[in-house]
């Protein structure tokens, strides 16, 4: 079965990093965009980054610019978010998404996504 899994979320101090992965199995990253969401209570999901097919990569969240990079390792099926001086404001549960197949627009939209991961909690206090 078609299946995204992601890891590596954890409580880190503010200043501090880290790397979230996004393993596929079932299909191949090849095929879809892969996005990044974060949602924190009371909110509404939002884009955070997504890396296209091609490997062209998209910030949807101004507020993680010079922060965040994304990244896809094609030997093991599995994209990253590589988080870098981390606010408590970041502080949320993280999502991966592959978008439908059929659609190339990689976008910060839900909407686009047709598989979702089950998150992982990333929480950013002293």
């Known amino acids: 079965q078609l299946q995204l899994v992601e890891s590596g979320g954890g409580l880190v101090q503010p200043g501090g990093s880290l790397r979230l992965s996004c393993a596929a199995s079932?299909?191949?990253?090849?095929?879809?965009?892969i996005g990044w969401f974060r949602q924190a209570p009371g909110k509404e999901r939002e884009g955070v980054l997504c890396i296209s097919r091609s490997g062209d990569s998209t910030n949807y969240a101004d507020s993680v610019k010079g922060r965040f990079t994304i990244s896809r390792d094609d030997a093991k099926n599995t994209v990253f978010l590589q988080m870098n001086s981390l606010k408590a404001e970041d502080t949320a549960v993280y999502y991966c998404?592959?978008?439908?197949?059929?659609?190339?627009?990689?976008?910060?939209?839900?909407?686009?996504?047709?598989?979702w991961g089950q998150g992982t909690q990333v929480t950013v206090s002293s």
């Open positions: 998404a592959a978008e439908r197949a059929a659609w190339n627009y990689c976008s910060g939209d839900t909407r686009t996504y047709e598989y």
């Open positions: 079932g299909f191949s990253l090849l095929y879809s965009s």
